[in-house]
């Protein structure tokens, strides 16, 4: 069903001023195109709107008996491949700041209801099953989160990352989070250090299933036969959501278009200055069409790259930097060096990701450039 025949459909945010860009040509453009950016969304900040989680009714806390292991024999094998069930029927809101105790998982309890990844395209499914459903605030703009990188492996930095973005979304934007994907970058982005894509899915699978309620992870970029450029990725997730699922359901009725944004580390807002590295009709496409939601890196000045970049400065109305307020320095260059050196990792990332690299000896015997090691600029 073409979702322009139905007329409570309303279209994802564009900028009319892109044109686009020729690898976009997949997607419908007979799509009606309502000019929206992040900065049309803005709130004073000394008046920001009421919290979320006040008019939220939480249901009754229940209490957990939390095993913690003495003793290495009594975890959980993280390799169990439980059969993935079907997304669930009941209502899935968007997440809120409030934490609940069905929001903390326990480290060795084994989730339900996940779905996981498929190892080859043809059995591959867009995942949703953590994706809200219903928008819960009719006066808000829906808003999918993406974030693309290596993640080999995976931190709690990557984790906050996202956490970061739902607290500046939440207060200083109109827009609503309704679920945030991990997209890992293919084998055939040839870099020093990347694990083989399958283990560094799993471990995006086990970090998201055991510390978070809204997080997913979509295999679709590694699966494809070649390199696949971060434009192409988000308008990927576009088509999938806006689409085939014709956006998100408000509690009206009404079905309203979704907004896609980049998340992304203050590394790679830089990399995006160096000549030859990103193609400026894929600056053009990623920074107007969907936007960017940049986190501060310690020392980067960001606000003065956007000042000085041209496209990015273009585009700066659909740019959204996130202040660290608590440093976090962890990268996966640093834990990779760490485990080469049979350093301690704990308390870096997740302890079910910690387990999985033991157990297939990642990382152990490999070894990487000084310089990349010496410049790490947290992959």
């Given at each position: 069903m073409d979702p322009t025949n139905d007329p409570n459909f309303t279209p994802p945010s564009q900028n009319r001023d892109i044109e686009p860009a020729a690898h976009a040509s997949q997607i419908p453009t007979n799509?009606?195109?309502?000019?929206?950016?992040?900065?049309?969304?803005?709130?004073?900040?000394?008046?920001?709107?009421?919290?979320?989680?006040?008019?939220?009714?939480?249901?009754?806390?229940?209490?957990?008996?939390?095993?913690?292991?003495?003793?290495?024999?009594?975890?959980?094998?993280?390799?169990?491949?439980?059969?993935?069930?079907?997304?669930?029927?009941?209502?899935?809101?968007?997440?809120?700041?409030?934490?609940?105790?069905?929001?903390?998982?326990?480290?060795?309890?084994?989730?339900?209801?996940?779905?996981?990844?498929?190892?080859?395209?043809?059995?591959?499914?867009?995942?949703?099953?953590?994706?809200?459903?219903?928008?819960?605030?009719?006066?808000?703009?829906?808003?999918?989160?993406?974030?693309?990188?290596?993640?080999?492996?995976?931190t709690y930095l990557h984790l906050r990352m996202f956490e970061m973005a739902l607290d500046a979304i939440l207060e200083q934007t109109?827009?609503?989070?309704?679920?945030?994907?991990?997209?890992?970058?293919?084998?055939?982005?040839?870099?020093?250090?990347?694990?083989?894509s399958h283990h560094r899915v799993r471990m995006c699978?086990?970090?998201?299933?055991?510390?978070?309620?809204?997080?997913?992870?979509?295999?679709?970029?590694?699966?494809?036969?070649?390199?696949?450029?971060?434009?192409?990725?988000?308008?990927?997730?576009?088509?999938?959501?806006?689409?085939?699922?014709?956006?998100?359901?408000?509690?009206?009725?009404?079905?309203?278009?979704?907004?896609?944004?980049?998340?992304?580390?203050?590394?790679?807002?830089?990399?995006?200055?160096?000549?030859?590295v990103w193609a400026d009709s894929d600056l053009h496409h990623i920074l107007g069409k969907y936007g960017c939601l940049i986190v501060e890196r310690t020392g980067a000045d960001v606000r003065s790259f956007l000042l000085s970049h041209d496209i990015m400065y273009e585009h700066r109305r659909n740019v959204l930097t996130i202040k660290q307020l608590i440093y976090n320095d962890i990268s996966s260059t640093k834990i990779r060096l760490f485990i080469r050196r049979g350093m301690s990792v704990q308390y870096l990332l997740p302890n079910s990701v910690i387990r999985y690299i033991q157990e297939h000896r990642l990382y152990i015997d490999e070894t990487e450039p000084v310089k990349q090691v010496l410049n790490d600029k947290g992959d």
């Open positions: 799509i009606p195109i309502q000019p929206l950016v992040l900065a049309d969304l803005g709130e004073k900040m000394d008046a920001p709107t009421l919290h979320p989680s006040v008019t939220h009714t939480e249901k009754p806390l229940l209490l957990y008996h939390l095993k913690i292991p003495r003793r290495h024999t009594q975890f959980n094998n993280s390799l169990s491949d439980e059969e993935s069930l079907p997304p669930p029927t009941k209502t899935i809101l968007p997440p809120t700041i409030k934490v609940r105790l069905s929001q903390i998982a326990d480290l060795e309890e084994v989730p339900h209801g996940v779905q996981r990844q498929a190892k080859t395209l043809e059995l591959y499914n867009f995942p949703v099953h953590r994706l809200a459903t219903t928008l819960s605030d009719e006066l808000k703009y829906p808003l999918v989160i993406v974030a693309c990188g290596s993640f080999s492996p995976i109109r827009f609503e989070i309704i679920g945030g994907y991990y997209s890992p970058v293919s084998d055939n982005y040839k870099k020093p250090g990347l694990a083989p699978e086990l970090a998201c299933e055991r510390t978070s309620s809204w997080l997913m992870v979509d295999a679709w970029e590694l699966l494809q036969p070649k390199y696949t450029r971060t434009a192409l990725v988000l308008d990927h997730f576009n088509e999938e959501i806006n689409v085939k699922r014709k956006g998100i359901q408000t509690k009206s009725g009404e079905r309203r278009g979704v907004k896609v944004m980049l998340l992304a580390g203050g590394d790679l807002i830089e990399s995006m200055g160096e000549p030859d």
